[in-house]
């Protein structure tokens, strides 16, 4: 079952901050956060596991809530270099790394 | 070279035609992905790869066929595509294939059938 994203959208101004949510219906071992800017391959920002454990950037935080099954990434203090379409992939308690990816959110910094 | 290498970057090919996609992957990995990504659709798994047996073929027509030698490469090899293969495919590759592990990408080739 694809994960949800929530807003398919954002426009921010530099320095502003935004919130990328992610919902499934399904129970979640951990989520994936990446980013892919235009012609680029996406890059991987965080993993949320089940448990409270993270691995990500420094510069990047988010949440996971296991019961509700939703993630959420906070970008703070927006630079212009953060525009790009995000992605969460979910994935349930199968060890073959299959992820499944949420549509994506596209965001655009402007000076 | 470092990290997901694939190769060639942009492919243009016929209906009947036969090529093949390369990945390889510079950085230690047991795990290998090749995904699709089409316009305005999510990333789409395709087949994962796990020390070199492939562990997840996501009802991938049979017209696309994996391809994993060594832990360090992976290939995609194509024959009698549709247009509606056309897309980006991408190549990833992790650690391990258990869960937790973050993947990394490759810049991807662009098919394009005609």
């Known amino acids: 079952q694809q994960p949800v994203q929530s807003p398919q959208a954002v426009i921010l101004r530099e320095g502003e901050d935004a919130v990328i949510n992610c919902s499934s219906s399904?129970?979640?071992?951990?989520v994936h956060w990446y980013r892919q800017k235009h012609g680029e391959a996406p890059v991987f920002l965080m993993i949320l596991l089940k448990g409270g454990e993270q691995k990500g950037h420094e510069k990047i935080s988010a949440s996971f809530n296991e019961k509700k099954q939703q993630s959420s990434l906070y970008l703070t203090a927006s630079q212009l270099s953060y525009s790009g379409t995000y992605f969460c992939?979910?994935?349930?308690?199968?060890?073959?790394?299959?992820?499944?990816f949420g549509q994506g959110t596209t965001l655009q910094v402007k000076p | 070279e470092t990290g997901v290498t694939q190769t060639p970057r942009h492919l243009v090919m016929g209906m009947t035609n036969k090529k093949s996609l390369k990945c390889e992957q510079h950085l230690g990995h047991n795990a290998m992905y090749w995904y699709k990504q089409s316009a305005k659709k999510p990333l789409e798994l395709m087949f994962v790869?796990?020390?070199?047996?492939?562990?997840e073929n996501n009802s991938v027509p049979s017209r696309f066929s994996p391809e994993c030698p060594n832990s360090s490469h992976l290939f995609l090899h194509l024959h009698t595509l549709q247009p509606e293969d056309s897309a980006l495919y991408l190549c990833a590759s992790s650690h391990s294939a258990g869960p937790g592990y973050e993947q990394y990408f490759g810049p991807g080739t662009r098919l394009t059938v005609t």
């Open positions: 992939g979910t994935d349930g308690s199968s060890n073959t790394g299959k992820l499944i």
């Open positions: 399904k129970a979640l071992y951990s």
């Open positions: 790869y796990s020390l070199e047996e492939r562990v």
